[in-house]
Nanobody, 114 residues
Framework: VLLVESGGGLVQPGGSLRLSCAASGSPVSINTMNWYRQAPGKQREWVAVIDSRGVTNYIDSVKGRFTISRDNAENTMYLQMNSLKPEDAAVYYC?????????WGQGTQVTVSS
């Protein structure tokens, strides 16, 4: 499975971005998929998860602001990020685990600055 993120960029505080994670090589509709992020000098942290049924969960700091979703027909996962804060700035990665193997995308940079 190849995961490719897109949609990152520079946004002002309070702004919005929509990240995409396109999977190729194999359908991922049965897989639980995640978003992680890593800010400079910090460990990578889990942000959100969506399972095959569409059940979601979020880290507390983004609840009410971020929405994870998926389009199984497009083999793509999304992260809608609203009310962005400077502390949301990071490289965002999509991740899934399948048959004991970890798959990561290359990441997409999100910068939140005025």
């Amino acid at each position: 499975v190849l995961l490719v993120e897109s949609g990152g960029g520079l946004v002002q505080p309070g702004g919005s971005l929509r990240l995409s994670c396109a999977a190729s090589g194999s359908p991922v509709s049965i897989n639980t998929m995640n978003w992680y992020r890593q800010a400079p000098g910090k460990q990578r942290e889990w942000v959100a998860v969506i399972d095959s049924r569409g059940v979601t969960n979020y880290i507390d700091s983004v609840k009410g602001r971020f929405t994870i979703s998926r389009d199984n027909a497009e083999n793509t996962m999304y992260l809608q990020m609203n009310s962005l804060k400077p502390e949301d700035a990071a490289v965002y990665y999509c991740y899934l685990r399948r048959y004991g193997m970890d798959y990561w995308g290359q990441g997409t940079q999100v910068t939140v600055s005025s």
